[in-house]
C-alpha cells in the first residue's frame, strides 16, 4: 500500500522560507504527476503546485514566483521550496499524485507569523 509522509513545515515570520519535503512509498515516482496541496482551516484543500512528466511545472497564481516544487524520482521524493512566505500561506501542506492515490498522507504544518 503506498506510504505519503510529508515534512519540514515549522513556523515561520513573514518573509521567511521553507523547504517540504515528501516521500513516497511503494510506488515509481517517475511514472506520476506529483502536486502539492494545501488546506487552511476551514477551506477547501487546494493545488498549489504541480510537477508533470518532463519538467513542467504549474503553479497558483497565489504562490507563483515564490514556490518552486521539484522531485527526486531516485529518492521517491518531491520538494517544495517556499519563499518570501506571506500570513496566508498558512496551512497543513499535502502531497499526492494527480489523480490522487486514493489516500493521503498527514501533511505538515505551516504557519506565518510575526
Known amino acids: 500500500q503506498v506510504q505519503i509522509v510529508e515534512s519540514g513545515g515549522g513556523s515561520v515570520q513573514p518573509g521567511g522560507s521553507l523547504t517540504l519535503s515528501c516521500v513516497v512509498s511503494?510506488?515509481?515516482?517517475?511514472?506520476?504527476?506529483m502536486a502539492w496541496f494545501r488546506q487552511a482551516p476551514g477551506k477547501e484543500r487546494e493545488r498549489v503546485a504541480v510537477s508533470m512528466y518532463g519538467g513542467i511545472t504549474d503553479y497558483d497564481e497565489s504562490v507563483q514566483g515564490r514556490f518552486t516544487i521539484s522531485r527526486d524520482n531516485a529518492k521517491n521524493t518531491v520538494y517544495l521550496q517556499m519563499n518570501n512566505l506571506k500570513p496566508e500561506d498558512t496551512a497543513v501542506y499535502y502531497c499526492n499524485a494527480h489523480p490522487d492515490f486514493g489516500l493521503w498522507g498527514q501533511g505538515t504544518q505551516v504557519t506565518v507569523s510575526s
Open positions: 511503494e510506488r515509481i515516482l517517475s511514472l506520476y504527476i
